[in-house]
C-alpha cells in the first residue's frame, strides 16, 4: 500500500477503477467471502484517495457497515487501507511544500525524511525537524487530490454509501448531499484545519490526559499542515492492556468528544482509529481536524437539554429535546428518530456502561431499518434532516466502533457529569 501512484483524477476514471472491482457503490464490492476480492477492493480504495478511500476506512472499523458474510476478509484487507492508502512521489509533495512556503525545502526544515510515515485520504505525512531541533510532523495534500474529490462529489457510486452511512437513504437528500460537501471541501483547507486544531488545543489546554499538538503557523499553508510530531500506541496496539488502562482511555476518548461538542461546540466527525495515540495513565493524544462541524446557536442549547436529560434519566424531557433538535413534526418518522436517538444515549441512561461491537452494530443496522421504513412512511410525510446534523452519525457509529475494541465497562455518565458541572451546564 505504501508505493508512489498519481492520483486518478477524473470522474470516469475515477468511476472505472470502481467498476473493475465490481463495485456499482463505494461499499458494492464488499459483500463477498472472499479474501482475494478484499485485496483487491482495498488496493483500489487506496490508489483512488479521496472520497473512495474514505470509504473503505469507515468499512474498515465501523461494525454493521459491511454485511454478515464479507466482514471477516474484508475488515483483514481494509486494515492495510486504515492505516496508509498509497502514498504520492516525493518530488510532487516538494513541490508543493515549496510553492505554498515560499522557499527551498532544506531552507524551511533542518531535516525532512523523503519517505511518508502515514498516508490517508487527502494527504500524506512526514517527519521533519525545524532550526530548533523541534520534530514536526508535515501534513501535504496528494497532488490533484483537490480535483479528484471534486470528481467524487459528483459520482453517486460514491456518495451513496457516505450518505446512507451518515443519513440513511432518501432522507432529504439534498440537504444530506450539500452538507456532506461542504464538510468534504473543507478537509481541502488546511488553514481551517490549523484554526480548528488550535481551538481544541484551547477547550482541553488543562486537561493533563488530552494531547493535541501545535501548529506551526509559519509552515503552515493551505495545503502543507505543520505540528509537533506527536507518539503513543495505535487503539490495537492497546486493546490487550489490562481493564484499568482500558477504562481509562475510554474515560479521555468520552471526555474529549463530548466537551467538545457541549463545552467547546464543535465536534470532530472523523473518529478514524489512527487519529489516535495512546500513552500511559489514560493519555491519549488526538489529531487530525480536517472534518469538524460546528454547533452553534438553538442547536447547541437543544444538545446541552438532551444530555441534562440523559444524565437525568428523564426520558420525556429527553424525548423533547430529540424532537427539537432534528426538528421533527410528529408522525412516524418522529417516533423512529427519537427512539433511535435514545438508543445512541444507552452508555449514559444505563451508565456504567460496556459498548460492545454488537452494540455499536445495532446502531448501524437500526440506521439501515430507519432508511428502510422511510420507504413505506404515508405519503407527504416528511423527514427532515437538520442542518449541521450530517455527520452526527458518522461520528456515531465510528466512535462507538472505537469503544468497543477497548471491550470496558465505563461510567460515562460520571464522565460527562464532571466536565459539564466545571463548564457551569449542570
Not at 454493521?64 to 516525493?90: C, D, K
Not at 510553492?99 to 505525512?125: C, H, K, N
Not at 521533519?128 to 459520482?155: C, F, M, W, Y
Not at 475494541?405 to 460515562?412: G, P
Request: proline residues 4%; glycine residues 8%.
Amino acid at each position: 500500500m505504501a508505493s508512489d501512484r498519481k492520483v486518478p483524477e477524473g470522474r470516469l476514471a475515477r468511476l472505472a477503477l470502481l467498476a473493475s472491482v465490481g463495485a456499482r457503490s463505494g461499499l458494492g464490492a464488499l459483500t463477498k467471502d472472499s479474501s482475494a476480492a478484499a485485496e483487491k477492493a482495498t488496493e483500489v480504495l487506496g490508489r483512488m484517495r479521496g472520497l473512495a478511500a474514505k470509504v473503505g476506512q469507515i468499512a474498515s472499523y465501523v461494525d454493521g457497515v459491511i454485511p454478515e458474510g464479507g466482514s471477516e476478509p474484508y475488515q483483514h484487507a481494509l486494515a492495510a487501507l486504515r492505516e496508509s492508502t498509497m502514498t504520492s512521489s516525493f518530488r510532487e509533495i516538494r513541490a508543493i511544500i515549496e510553492e505554498d512556503l515560499d522557499g527551498p525545502i532544506d531552507r524551511l526544515f533542518r531535516t525532512f525524511e523523503e519517505q511518508p510515515f502515514a498516508s490517508a485520504s487527502i494527504g500524506q505525512v512526514h517527519k521533519a525537524t525545524l532550526e530548533d531541533g523541534q520534530e514536526v510532523a508535515v501534513k501535504v495534500q496528494h497532488p490533484g487530490i483537490g480535483r479528484a474529490v471534486d470528481s467524487d462529489l459528483k459520482s453517486a457510486a460514491l456518495l451513496e454509501p457516505l450518505a446512507s452511512m451518515a443519513a440513511g437513504r432518501k432522507v432529504d437528500s439534498k440537504v444530506v448531499l450539500e452538507e456532506m460537501a461542504k464538510r468534504l471541501r473543507e478537509e481541502l483547507d488546511y488553514v481551517l484545519e490549523a484554526e480548528r486544531q488550535e481551538h481544541f488545543r484551547v477547550v482541553h489546554a488543562h486537561d493533563e490526559k488530552i494531547r493535541i499538538p501545535a501548529v506551526v503557523k509559519e509552515r503552515s499553508s493551505a495545503r502543507v499542515l505543520t505540528s509537533h510530531l506527536a507518539h503513543g500506541a495505535t487503539l490495537d496496539g492497546v486493546a490487550s492492556r489490562s481493564e484499568a488502562e482500558r477504562r481509562a482511555f475510554a474515560e479521555t476518548l468520552w471526555r474529549f468528544v463530548f466537551k467538545g461538542n457541549l463545552v467547546g461546540r464543535m465536534f470532530n466527525a472523523d473518529p478514524h482509529p489512527g487519529n489516535y495515540l495512546f500513552g500511559e495513565d489514560g493519555v491519549v493524544t488526538f489529531l487530525d481536524f480536517g472534518c469538524v462541524e460546528p454547533i452553534v446557536g438553538a442547536r447547541w442549547e437543544n444538545a446541552v437539554g438532551l444530555h441534562k436529560a440523559a444524565l437525568a434519566r428523564d426520558e420525556a424531557g429527553f424525548a423533547h429535546f430529540a424532537k427539537r433538535l432534528l426538528h421533527t413534526e410528529g408522525g412516524e418518522w418522529e417516533k423512529l428518530a427519537v427512539a433511535f436517538s435514545r438508543a445512541c444515549f444507552e452508555p449514559i441512561f444505563s451508565s456504567p456502561f460496556h459498548v460492545t461491537r454488537p452494540y455499536a452494530a445495532s446502531l448501524v443496522g437500526r440506521m439501515k431499518e430507519m432508511a428502510r421504513a422511510v420507504r413505506k412512511l404515508p405519503k407527504g410525510e416528511r423527514v427532515p434532516v437538520p442542518r449541521g446534523m450530517v455527520f452526527m452519525n458518522r461520528l456515531q457509529f465510528g466512535f462507538y466502533s472505537v469503544l468497543a475494541r477497548l471491550d470496558v465497562e465505563v461510567d460515562y455518565a460520571a464522565v460527562e457529569q464532571r466536565f459539564m458541572r466545571e463548564a457551569d451546564l449542570l
